[in-house]
DNA sequence: GCGCTCTACTAGCGCGCTCCAGTCGAGTAC
DNA sequence: GTACTCGACTGGAGCGCGCTAGTAGAGCGC
């Protein structure tokens, strides 16, 4: 028994026991014509018996192009894992592979991406990139880049991501509706998408006439700075401020971490404090009571940043582009009527 | 202004624009002796200056190895963000490089195990694998392969997973001595380790003298499945059986449905019926009461994985190995007496 | 002077594949 | 018959790098 893996086979071993060349295999297994059935079949069949699998460093190599796309993410955003869900059927319609590179703890950015860039991925699609401006131009000017979730204005890089004022909007009037005046905003610090949702807050806020109540906690989109903003509020309660009767939270994993803050001191939701999300991740729905949030089309986002990418590496686009998608407020179980409203 | 990213330079390029040869280019960018300290620098600068940066495609083609792992993982599947976080970091220390690639919707484990190895690496790391034994021990031949989460006894995998036995048989001990006596089982189906779970499960039951209230309800990891057990166990109890007084789930995604259903209906955790998950993945400590749950030490789990497959590459290991580690229960909040107990 | 060693560097093959420019032979038109 | 087309197939260059064998030149002892 051969130790395991080692000398897998290649071409030339496929084409010897064929008794074809290599470049007849080659054809084979591009799906090219210039094989006849018969001979397509014999090679297929040698193959699969020696175990042959074309190499695709081989490939990329040889090919000018390597028809990859890179897909830069962070492990544990909920959000994140639904784009990229997303991402892999289109990029596979379009005929190309995709490479995932994480950020982590002690794993920047700027790492995963050269990661992906040394695998010689022909476009770099970011997730919810927290880079400066002027990297992202420059990144942009190396190679094909689109930001998911964050506007990059003046930078070479296409764009998708929502309308965040119009997601907030909806969000405030429908708790403007319910009777909320309180309405506190959770924001998500240099987030994607957050300078937007704050901006928007403060509209509405003053749109409704409730400037004196305006106000904004410095956060971002993790659970902990939920717990942060949650123990912040309970804190100032028990000194006699009292709490808002809404929050609009940055994303759904800050609203998640105010939740659960808001469970354990016996707050209850919606009841005492309704609380508003932002994405609608898939942990919205698997909330005890459903998370009221508005609604990112995961889906519609991928398959925009796989097509921006594809446009610009096979037609030469030259323009940044921006897709801006309309968000859509779903409400479930944590928005209601104010305390005594 | 070029078009973005076409033509990226090469190591001539270099060579030329520093005047000197390809190979010594090579040497300075493996970080090998034979170049001058002076020379090294001028090299480094000049291709720093017209951003050449290796291909590792040919890189892998040139040296026979590719130091790169292949981890596959599901997206949405929270406790492998855990794990996925541990192997960069162990990955690195060790001089190899990590490749992603998620089985999602339509993208089936073989699609991208197959990915992986088509892009050279070395060795596999399954997340969680559902494939049948067969399989395994098939990849197993044909390149180095570690199972993470589940054990797979007669096939050429390493292993690495929790002592799922032990795990179980504390969040039993814990919940008999609350005084639950009603203790119900929501299974993970063909999942990781449910089949080791589901037995210890019932050896536990009959341990304690309950096998006539011993019950598993057939499951699977997914919070839906948490979901459908939930309603089930509320049609029942409308139909006049009683609820249990506390449910094992199979993992924490599992309870995190079955908590969601429980609490839409009104019953409460843990005062009507206690709830314990496990895993440990990073979900747990974000529910609104904290889930109580069996912990797996995902670090360790992955730094496991991750020297498995380089010591069976590095120094041809023959014996498949397996690491057991152990599980630890982690009390929070879901679980507590029964009711009127 | 010679032979030796040691450092700094270079020439060139080969990794497994793609792709272009062919070749070869059978078929068709006149 | 010649001239041509067309499908099936082959040869070989080259993708960007790593690596081995080798050279040039400086330094040193005698």
């Not at 997601?167 to 987030?191: P, S, T």
């Not at 796989?306 to 309309?326: G, W």
Request: glycine share 10%.
């Amino acid at each position: 028994m051969e130790t395991s893996g080692r000398q897998r086979p290649t071409m030339a071993d496929v084409a010897e026991k064929a008794g074809v060349s290599r470049a007849l295999v080659s054809i084979v297994f591009r799906d090219q014509p210039g094989a006849s059935p018969r001979t397509r079949d014999r090679v297929l069949r040698v193959a699969d018996e020696i175990g042959y699998r074309p190499d695709s460093a081989a490939r990329l190599l040889a090919r000018g192009r390597s028809r990859t796309l890179g897909v830069m993410f962070t492990v544990r955003q909920p959000f994140h894992a639904d784009l990229v869900e997303g991402i892999y059927p289109e990029a596979e319609r379009l005929g190309y592979d995709v490479l995932l590179s994480a950020t982590a703890q002690g794993r920047g950015e700027d790492k995963a991406v050269e990661a992906l860039l040394g695998h010689r991925c022909e476009a770099v699609i970011l997730l919810g990139t927290d880079a400066q401006p002027m990297d992202l131009d420059a990144l942009g000017h190396r190679t094909v880049a689109v930001s998911v979730g964050r506007r990059v204005p003046h930078a070479r890089v296409d764009s998708v991501h929502t309308a965040e004022g119009k997601g907030v909007r909806q969000a405030m009037e429908h708790l403007v509706e319910l009777g909320h005046r309180g309405i506190v905003h959770i924001d998500g610090g240099r987030g994607p998408g957050s300078a937007e949702r704050r901006r928007a807050y403060r509209a509405a806020m003053r749109r409704h006439g409730l400037e004196r109540e305006l106000r904004v906690i410095p956060g971002e989109h993790t659970e902990q700075s939920g717990i942060d903003a949650g123990r912040l509020l309970l804190a100032e309660r028990d000194h006699g401020r009292p709490l808002p009767t809404a929050v609009l939270a940055g994303n759904d994993r800050c609203a998640m971490g105010l939740l659960m803050t808001l469970a354990q001191a016996g707050v209850e939701v919606p009841r005492d404090l309704s609380v508003v999300g932002y994405d609608d991740s898939h942990l919205s729905h698997l909330m005890p009571i459903g998370l009221t949030t508005v609604r990112q089309d995961a889906v519609l986002m991928a398959e925009y940043a796989v097509r921006f990418a594809v446009e610009r590496l096979e037609n030469a686009v030259s323009e940044p582009r921006e897709a801006v998608l309309d968000p859509k407020l779903t409400v479930r179980g944590t928005s209601g009527p104010p305390p005594g409203g």
